[in-house]
Each structure stands twice: as C-alpha cells, then as structure tokens.
C-alpha cells in the first residue's frame, strides 16, 4: 500500500521560510512526477510545482517562481518543497503527489497546514 506522509508546514511570518517533505512508501517512484498541490479557503486545488523522480525538469508555477525549490532525495523517496520569502497569499493546506508515467495512478499525502501571517 503507497502512502505519502507530508511534513515541514506550520505558522510562519511574511518573509519566512518553510520546508515541507514528503516521505513515500510502499513502492519506489522509478518511473513517476511528484509534485506539490495547494488548496486555500474557498478556493480550489492548484499545482505549485513538479519534478521527474531522475531530477529533471523542475518546474514551479509563476506564483511562486524565484521563491520556492523542488527537489528529491531518490535515496530517501522522499521529495520536498523549500519556500521562502513567503507571503500571507501562500497560507494554504499543501499535498504532495505522486503520478505514475506509466500506469497513472495517482497518490496524495492527507496535507499539511502552512499559514503565513502578515
């Protein structure tokens, strides 16, 4: 059975830093994206970021470029989310993903709360 246990959020003022990680097991991610969601209050679930298990094409939403890093530790399964400068507009639950290239199954974490205050 795959889980993805997130971790890192919490209560942070603006300009801090945040790193979430999420910890995979049940299989090993040779062939997927992993990526990082957010969902704020009312709103619906947005992409923040993506990265192939080999590393490659790191990618993070406008919103957030030039403040938030994707990266993985394939040794580890685990993948993580650095965010800084941050705002009180990223205050969201965040979730990590896990998509499968080659079957497309698809995993989520249960979320972790990030909050950003002014």
């Known amino acids: 059975q795959v889980q993805l246990v997130e971790s890192g959020g919490g209560l942070v003022q603006a300009g801090g830093s945040l790193r979430l990680s999420c910890a995979a097991s049940?299989?090993?991610?040779?062939?997927?994206?992993m990526g990082w969601f957010r969902q704020a209050p009312g709103k619906g679930r947005e992409l923040v970021a993506t990265i192939n298990w080999s590393g490659g094409s790191p990618y993070v939403t406008d919103t957030v470029k030039g403040r938030f890093t994707i990266s993985r530790d394939n040794a580890k399964n685990t993948w993580y989310l650095q965010m800084n400068s941050l705002k009180p507009e990223d205050t969201a639950v965040y979730y990590c993903?896990?998509?499968?290239?080659?079957?497309?199954?698809?995993?989520w974490g249960q979320g972790t709360q990030v909050t950003v205050s002014s």
């Open positions: 993903n896990a998509r499968s290239i080659i079957t497309g199954a698809n995993y």
């Open positions: 049940g299989r090993t991610f040779s062939s997927a994206v």
